[in-house]
């Protein structure tokens, strides 16, 4: 199985729910948080903007933000290979919660990349077109970033998590290649 193949399997099944949801003619789906303004509300550190899953149009619930939950992860034995100098290690994971370690860049450095990675994937200006399973290809979430230095090895990790939403699994593929290409020592998700 190739990498491709793994992240659209890790995909499928959160996917098909947020989808299902998408169906629905009564919500506002993979909306943006923003500002009475319209301007993107932003959070954390570094200051991101975030979508939720949906929102309802009408009834009871009209104007609450939710969230679809993965409700099985696919199992799979983890994954180890070389991407340049980089060691990639991939776990099981639900692609509305990957949990995200960079090692080998500095904090600033790594930050720079993850946060120019998922303004990409954002869509802020709400560009992107439905799909044909009524979703539109974004980020919805990352956490803000924290340092964990490892005692054994004195090296210091970068440690988030990121809810991909809708986006492909090329997106991820794009954030390893990104990681690499700046010279990261190991990328681990899981």
Request: aromatic share 10%; charged share 15%; with cysteine.
């Amino acid at each position: 199985m190739t990498v491709t193949e793994l992240f659209t399997a890790i995909r499928a099944s959160y996917v098909a729910l947020l989808s299902a949801t998408a169906q629905k003619d009564q919500a506002h789906i993979e909306p943006a948080y923003r500002n009475a303004d319209g301007t993107l509300a932003l959070e954390g550190n570094p200051a991101l903007p975030c979508r939720a899953d949906f929102i309802p149009k009408t009834g009871p619930f009209a104007g609450e933000a939710y969230t679809v939950d993965a409700n099985s992860q696919l199992e799979f034995e983890p994954v180890h290979f070389q991407l340049s100098a980089t060691d990639i290690h991939i776990q099981p994971f639900t692609w509305d919660w990957l949990n995200l370690q960079v090692h080998g860049l500095q904090p600033d450095i790594a930050g720079a990349i993850l946060a120019d990675w998922f303004m990409a994937y954002f869509d802020g200006e709400d560009e992107n077109q439905a799909n044909e399973q009524g979703l539109y290809g974004v980020v919805h979430f990352m956490s803000a970033f924290s340092q964990q230095v490892q005692q054994v090895q004195q090296a210091q990790a970068l440690q988030l998590t990121i809810d991909l939403g809708s986006v492909p699994g090329s997106a991820l593929e794009d954030l390893m290649l990104r990681l690499s290409d700046a010279g990261a020592q190991a990328v681990h998700l899981g």
